[in-house]
């Protein structure tokens, strides 16, 4: 969601780093990327461990969210080009289409609004016991689907989102948002596309997915 189909991590960067910095701390740029992806409860980890004892947890989600709040007040993120397009066209294909975002559910409609209704299973932070990376939350969001991991093809915009679909046995491909692949990352996905708009027209040529189905 946030970073592929939102254009939303310029502005959690800066929530994080202004929640960070009523704390006591800094947050780099370069330690932000890192936390790309991952679920807020992991990602507030990583930072107590980065900045030790004197982190308090509570305290930091607690600027975070107030912060955040202020934003989604003030209009929240646009849509990323191309992605409602690339949505509906996908379901326009008769394949079903999984939401498996690190986000909580409550998060969802407000960052998505309308588009959320297009999504066959929505699978949230809410239904895994861990975040990205590690592969729950693509594995539930198969599930949902009724489809095996290795039939799905999962695009992200994360490295921590590329290592958690890659984990859970699924193809993956990477619409970078904030940062470029590493040649790890990219090693792990099956391709990358700088936008939706381009994957969508590399998935039309490729698949032939515009080709009428049987019972269209």
Same mark, same amino acid.
């Given at each position: 969601?946030?970073?592929l189909?939102?254009?939303?991590e310029? $502005? *959690?960067?800066t929530?994080?780093?202004?929640?960070?910095t009523d704390?006591?701390?800094?947050? *780099?740029?370069?330690?932000?990327l890192?936390?790309?992806?991952?679920?807020?409860?992991?990602?507030e980890?990583?930072?107590?461990?980065?900045?030790?004892?004197?982190?308090?947890?509570?305290a930091?989600?607690?600027?975070? @969210?107030?912060r955040m709040?202020?934003?989604?007040?003030?209009?929240?993120?646009?849509?990323k080009?191309?992605?409602?397009?690339i949505?509906?066209?996908?379901g326009?294909?008769? #394949?079903?289409?999984?939401?498996?975002?690190?986000?909580?559910?409550?998060? &969802?409609?407000?960052r998505?609004?309308d588009? +959320?209704?297009?999504?066959? $299973?929505? $699978? +949230?932070?809410d239904?895994a016991?861990?975040?990205?990376?590690?592969?729950?939350?693509?594995?539930?969001?198969?599930? %949902?689907?009724?489809?095996?991991?290795a039939?799905?093809?999962?695009i992200e915009? %994360?490295?921590?989102?590329?290592?958690?679909a %890659?984990?859970a046995?699924?193809?993956?491909?990477?619409?970078?948002d904030?940062?470029?692949p590493t $040649?790890?990352?990219?090693? #792990?996905a099956?391709g990358?596309?700088?936008? @939706? &708009?381009?994957?969508?027209a590399? #998935? *039309?040529r490729s698949?032939?997915l515009? %080709?009428?189905?049987p019972?269209?």
């Amino acid at each position: 969601m946030d970073g592929l189909l939102v254009d939303s991590e310029r $502005t *959690t960067r800066t929530v994080w780093q202004a929640a960070t910095t009523d704390c006591g701390f800094v947050l *780099t740029d370069d330690t932000y990327l890192t936390l790309i992806g991952s679920g807020a409860d992991e990602a507030e980890q990583t930072l107590a461990r980065q900045f030790g004892e004197g982190f308090d947890i509570p305290a930091f989600r607690e600027r975070r @969210l107030a912060r955040m709040q202020g934003f989604l007040e003030a209009g929240g993120a646009p849509l990323k080009t191309g992605a409602r397009e690339i949505v509906a066209w996908v379901g326009s294909r008769g #394949l079903p289409i999984g939401l498996a975002t690190s986000s909580r559910r409550s998060e &969802v409609r407000e960052r998505l609004g309308d588009i +959320t209704d297009l999504f066959t $299973t929505i $699978t +949230t932070r809410d239904n895994a016991a861990r975040g990205k990376p590690h592969p729950d939350i693509f594995l539930a969001a198969a599930a %949902s689907l009724g489809v095996p991991p290795a039939e799905c093809l999962a695009i992200e915009d %994360s490295f921590a989102g590329v290592r958690a679909a %890659s984990a859970a046995g699924m193809p993956v491909v990477m619409v970078p948002d904030l940062a470029q692949p590493t $040649t790890d990352i990219a090693d #792990l996905a099956a391709g990358v596309y700088q936008s @939706l &708009v381009e994957l969508q027209a590399a #998935l *039309t040529r490729s698949w032939g997915l515009d %080709s009428p189905r049987p019972g269209d």
